[in-house]
């Protein structure tokens, strides 16, 4: 047992004054150099970096890839764009604040009824999201580690994009329109538009319904069906509502944001040469967010304008190709 336990603390910090002495009694002659590196790949480079480190390749890598396109940095704006390799991928329309008051804030009453049933998804969903993406399909950090770093990976792209998007269209959250809404849980610190949950929860959803079913990959195609993943996705972003710290439109768009990256990534990792586009009018939506809803604005050019635009997948490194190699061979 105390073997045992010696081989898994080799990595922990130790005593420095031991280690100190410790080589003082062993060390022989200083030898110089006495070994020859073996040569590797960048993927073997890459495969064998610490999480913190391999974070900062990832985030540094999709920065070449995703941004986000604001017509002002001075003052609040009235849209924002996600591009891909320079080109728009995703644009979100924001509502006003005079058109919530109108159209939105209501809803926020009749979520709150939900409150007492969901106020322990709600605080579980603060922080994490994983979990309710495992209970459809088996995921591991042993059996299903690159899956679980891919994951990872489409996160870092969420952090990328949303907080520069919320910050530039600055939508105020439903607690400053109305003493009344009275969230079950804290108003995070920034702008509402779009939800960050349901941002990631759909970008979640999108990697998921690529790997989890064995039918074409097609997200709006899994949003109509309402695939498992999808159905967790929209009760993640519903929550966010219920809590009382987003309107249904910042639901809807963080979905139409959230699978449009997604899949504008997987796209790119499968080697398309092209994939679709998205532009939410969240200006003149003032309906309710749910799967079903979505999948009707979906399908609605007054709501989501859709096109598609040129991938160019030689772009992306290498080593990022083995990587998503080994995400697929995990799922046969």
Request: net charge negative.
């Amino acid at each position: 047992m105390q073997g045992v336990q010696g081989v898994q603390t080799v990595s922990l910090p130790a005593p420095s004054w031991a280690m100190l002495s410790a080589r003082a009694g062993t060390q022989r002659m200083w030898p110089g150099a006495n070994r020859t590196p073996a040569q590797q790949s960048a993927w073997d480079t890459f495969r064998k970096l610490a999480e913190g480190p391999r974070d900062a390749v990832l985030i540094q890598t999709l920065s070449t890839q995703f941004a986000v396109s604001l017509a002002s940095s001075a003052h609040a704006n009235d849209t924002a764009s996600i591009t891909v390799q320079g080109q728009t991928l995703a644009t979100l329309h924001k509502p006003t604040t005079a058109f919530l008051k109108d159209h939105q804030i209501d809803y926020m009453r009749a979520a709150a009824d939900l409150q007492s049933d969901r106020l322990e998804e709600i605080t579980v969903q603060t922080g994490q999201l994983l979990p309710f993406f495992g209970m459809v399909s088996y995921l591991s950090g042993d059996a299903t580690k690159w899956t679980l770093r891919m994951a990872d990976t489409m996160l870092s792209l969420c952090k990328l994009i949303e907080m520069p998007v919320k910050m530039g269209l600055d939508v105020a959250r439903p607690i400053a329109l109305s003493s009344a809404v009275q969230p079950v849980i804290q108003t995070p610190g920034h702008p509402s538009f779009p939800s960050g949950h349901a941002t990631e929860s759909f970008v979640l959803a999108t990697l998921f319904s690529r790997l989890f079913y064995d039918v074409p990959f097609d997200p709006a195609m899994a949003v109509e069906t309402q695939n498992e993943v999808m159905r967790y996705a929209a009760r993640i972003a519903t929550n966010r509502t219920v809590a009382g710290v987003h309107y249904p439109t910042d639901s809807m768009a963080g979905a139409i944001a959230g699978m449009t990256m997604a899949e504008g990534l997987i796209n790119l990792l499968d080697g398309k040469t092209a994939t679709p586009t998205r532009t939410y009018r969240g200006d003149t939506y003032e309906g309710d967010f749910n799967l079903s809803l979505l999948g009707d604005a979906l399908k609605d050019p007054t709501i989501v304008e859709t096109g598609t635009v040129a991938l160019d997948p030689t772009q992306v490194p290498v080593w990022m190709q083995e990587m998503w190699a080994e995400v697929k061979s995990e799922w046969g």
